[in-house]
Structures are given as structure tokens and as C-alpha cells.
């Protein structure tokens, strides 16, 4: 690095440009939200822990991603709510490396969790005999812990090429949170291997896993219309529907926030579009898991008469 240059050891989140009276209505509506994203998702892990009836694969993957859900909350919003009223304090390069890291890791694990899921459902209508076989706990365990490793690593390989990268300054992160694209905005260096890093690890953890989500479906699809009890069919696509909800909000989302055209203010549609990624999905779970699930709303109300019954 040259002598003239500074060495940023602190960046700015510039959050949401807006005027103070705005930033407290916000700061209310998103600790209101935040509230009920830690609310539901814990409750969704407190029913699969406590119900016996839940102790099956498909709610074993869901409380991973209840627990996903809930870090993503954890690990974004009180910055933003710090933010929203101290717009001046800064956040440490440290603490902005490793809030893009857990960000990352996150990110990736809920989407190698959403395909494992659409695998469990497949196998449970598809192949019914063979459900208990394939889907031992021993694979449920492996398939959990490989997700979690593939989304670590990926998100530490983006991280050691990003703090490869010299930062100078400016040290303003135009965002509410150290997202990667916005962090690399601010290198004092080229970073076009970072771009393709990114390029190939979206085509592959975004694009393929949707795909495969999408034949998974497809499959479960063509079996539902095939079973000849309707409170089978009923049931198998109330559950597959729940499903199918949460993919389509956490993969739509994505593929908007990284594929949408260009606007007139593309940072700002960005945090938006991050905003519901990162925000409103968590919240939005456990509402669609509890309305959309008869097992799911059958352990609550349980619990609730086990609760007014004591």
C-alpha cells in the first residue's frame, strides 16, 4: 500500500437516508418485527422439542431452519436498530468482516436447507415404503452437517478474498448492514476475481439447488394427483404448499436482489429488496409453517390445553 494512503479501521453504515421522525417510526416497526421473528421461530423450535409427534425428519430440518432464520435476525437487525438512532456510529472493520461472514453462511446453509427439505418431502410421497430407509436420522444428521460445513466454507472462501483486498477509504457503507457487494465498493483495488467469485457461487447455490427444488416439486406433484384419498391428497399438498411458500419467498427474493435491472437508484432499491430478504423472510416462516401445517398447529393447540390444563 502507498504511504498517502489511510488504512480504514471503521465504516459508517449510511443505513436508510431518511429524516429523524422516520428513523424512530422505524426504529418501532422493526423492533416490533424483530420481536416476532425471535418469537415464532422460537416457538416453532419449542414445539419440535417438546412434541413428540414432531420428531420425524421433516420438522428435524425445520428447526435448522427456524435456528437459521433466527441468526439472520440476530446477526443484522440491532446494527440497523443502532443505526436508526445513531446514524453517526460506526461499526469496526472486524465487526463488519465478520457480519458479512455470518451473513454469507447463513445465506448459503437456508439454501442447501430448502433443497434438503424438498429431497425429505420427495422421498416421503414419492417413494412412502422406502421413507423410513432413506431417510434414516444417521442421513438427516449428515445431510444437516453438510449443509452447515458447505455454507461455513463458502462464505470463509469470499471472506479470505475479500480481506485480501486494500481498504483505504472512502469508509462509507451505503447500506444497513456490511453486505458483500457493498463492502467491495469500497476496495482501493480491482476486484473482478471477487465478481466472479460471486457470478459462480450464485449460479451454483442459488440456481442449481432451485432447479433441483423445482424437479423435486414437480415430481411430488405428479404423486399427489395420483393418490386416490382425498384426505391423503388434502394432506400431502398442505404440507408440500408450506413448503413451496418459504421457497418461493427466500428464492424469489434472492434471485430479484441480484438479477432485477438496474433502476434510477440502485442502492437504494437494493436495501429494500435486502431488506425483505434478510428481514421479512425470517419473520414470515413461522407464520407460514403454523397456518399452512395441520401437525404444526395440532402441537400448539396441544401444548396450549397441556399449559391452561396445569
Known amino acids: 500500500m502507498e504511504e498517502n494512503q489511510t488504512v480504514v479501521t471503521e465504516f459508517i ?136 460445513a458447505c455454507g461455513s466454507l463458502l462464505a470463509l472462501a469470499q471472506m479470505v478474498l475479500v480481506l485480501r483486498l486494500p481498504f483505504c477509504g472512502p469508509h462509507e457503507i451505503n447500506h444497513f448492514f456490511c453486505e458483500l457487494l457493498s463492502v467491495l465498493k469500497l476496495a482501493c483495488a480491482d476486484t473482478w476475481l471477487n465478481q466472479i467469485i460471486i457470478f459462480v457461487a450464485c449460479t451454483f447455490i442459488v440456481e442449481g439447488p432451485l432447479c433441483l427444488v423445482l424437479v423435486s416439486y414437480t415430481c411430488i406433484l405428479v404423486a399427489i394427483l395420483r393418490i386416490q384419498s382425498g384426505d391423503g391428497r388434502r394432506k400431502a399438498f398442505s404440507t408440500c404448499s408450506s ?48 397456518l399452512r401445517n395441520a401437525e404444526v398447529k395440532g402441537a400448539l393447540r396441544r401444548a396450549l390445553c397441556k399449559e391452561s390444563h396445569c
Not at 436498530?81 to 458479512?100: D, Y
Request: with cysteine; proline share 6%.
Open 13 to 148: 453504515l449510511l443505513g436508510f437516508r431518511l429524516g429523524p421522525r422516520i428513523h424512530i417510526l422505524l426504529f418501532g416497526f422493526f423492533s416490533l418485527f424483530y420481536a416476532f421473528t425471535l418469537l415464532g421461530n422460537g416457538v416453532i423450535l419449542g414445539l419440535i422439542s417438546l412434541d413428540p409427534r414432531l420428531h420425524t425428519p421433516m420438522y428435524f430440518f425445520l428447526s435448522h431452519l427456524a435456528t437459521v432464520d433466527m441468526a439472520y435476525a440476530c446477526n443484522t437487525v440491532p446494527q440497523m436498530l443502532v443505526n436508526l438512532l445513531n446514524p453517526a456510529k460506526p461499526i469496526s472493520f472486524a465487526g463488519c468482516m465478520t457480519q458479512t461472514y455470518l451473513f454469507l453462511t447463513f445465506a448459503l446453509t437456508e439454501c442447501l436447507l430448502l433443497l434438503m427439505m424438498s429431497y425429505d418431502r420427495y422421498v416421503a410421497i414419492c417413494h412412502p415404503l422406502r421413507y423410513s430407509v432413506i431417510m434414516s436420522w444417521s442421513v438427516c444428521i449428515s445431510l444437516v452437517v453438510t449443509s452447515w
Open 243 to 290: 413448503h413451496l411458500c418459504v421457497v418461493g419467498l427466500f428464492f424469489g427474493s434472492a434471485i430479484v436482489t441480484y438479477m432485477a435491472p438496474k433502476s434510477r437508484h440502485p442502492e437504494e432499491q437494493q436495501k429494500i429488496l435486502f431488506l425483505f430478504y434478510s428481514f421479512f423472510n425470517p419473520m414470515l416462516n413461522p407464520l407460514i409453517y403454523s
